[in-house]
């Protein structure tokens, strides 16, 4: 006898959620390699936009990194260079002064506030 058909569903599986409650969709490169989308700007300049594999600053306490899946942040940075890795190179980019907001894989850096 043949096995019964299972009916086709259109539900997408279920996004990850994090600890907080929020979704958060797991972003990856071609490869594999878990991704954020991280913008860098300033009012009259986009320094960077697209995907990284992660973003080195330095804030009041002392350096630090943010990787994919990292948990809410938001801080102000010092003076320093931040270093973002994306698949095409590490950019660096000097900062001032700027807020950084992460959230969701989403890294934010406004810059010249």
Same mark, same amino acid.
């Given at each position: 006898? $043949?096995?019964? =058909? /299972?009916?086709? @569903?259109?539900?997408?599986?279920? !996004?990850? &959620?994090?600890?907080? %409650?929020? =979704?958060?969709?797991? +972003? @990856?490169? =071609?490869?594999?390699?878990? @991704?954020?989308? *991280?913008? *860098? ?7 960077? =936009?697209? $995907? ?8 009041? @306490? %002392? ?11 938001? #801080? +102000?940075?010092?003076? #320093? /260079?931040?270093? &973002?890795?994306?698949?095409? %190179? ?7 002064? !700027?807020?950084?907001?992460?959230? !969701? $894989?989403? &890294? *934010?850096?406004? +810059?010249? &506030?």
């Amino acid at each position: 006898a $043949d096995a019964p =058909e /299972t009916p086709a @569903t259109s539900e997408a599986p279920a !996004a990850p &959620v994090s600890q907080d %409650g929020a =979704e958060n969709a797991a +972003m @990856t490169d =071609e490869h594999g390699k878990p @991704t954020m989308a *991280v913008k *860098v700007y300033a009012p009259f300049k986009v320094y960077f =936009e697209g $995907d990284a594999y992660s973003l080195s600053a330095v804030n009041a @306490t %002392g350096p630090f990194d943010i990787l994919p899946r990292h948990h809410n942040f938001l #801080c +102000m940075l010092v003076p #320093c /260079t931040i270093k &973002v890795a994306a698949a095409d %190179g590490v950019r660096l980019i000097k900062a001032h002064r !700027a807020l950084m907001h992460v959230k !969701a $894989d989403r &890294v *934010v850096v406004f +810059m010249d &506030v």
